[in-house]
């Protein structure tokens, strides 16, 4: 494994996106530091490490920042290259098909399902919620697809898709 060098993690509570970065340093066995954020008064931290965005995570590693969570599962995952537990697949074919998904979650699901929270009418909140059904089923068939029945994406264990 390399040197883990010095490790920090800015997150928040409420964030997934978050979650899916610590479980992605979780997986690899890596020490880190969790700088909680509050996202109404964002740390000088933060904001200068992320000055575009200014969004959880960011991960900083050796003082140098990385932001989105996909990129911060695939750095984590090269970075610490842990024999036998990778967490995006090995195969190119399979790899890019995880990718189309993870992206297909991020562009669809999360706007589908906050759309329900934010929905300022009963009509709106409806149509965000057989939205968001609808992008589950999508999921569900590529999840059958992609599995060969095996409960996660990866198959028998958790893998780059865990919790899109
Ligand atoms: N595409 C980003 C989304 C991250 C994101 O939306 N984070 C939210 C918390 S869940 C945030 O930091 N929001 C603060 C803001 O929008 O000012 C990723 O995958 O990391």
Redo the contacts with the bound molecule.
Sequence with gaps: MADEGHVKLLG?V????AVLARMALKMKGVSYEYIGED?GNKSELLVKSNPVH????MLIHDGKPI????AIVEFVDELWDTAGRSILPTEPYHRVVARFWAAYT?DKLFPAYFGIHRAATEEERAEKTNETIGVIRQLEVALAECSNGKPFFAGNSVGYLYDR
């Design positions: 928040a409420v964030s997934p996106f996202m200014q969004k959880v995570p932001c989105e969570s996909l991020d």
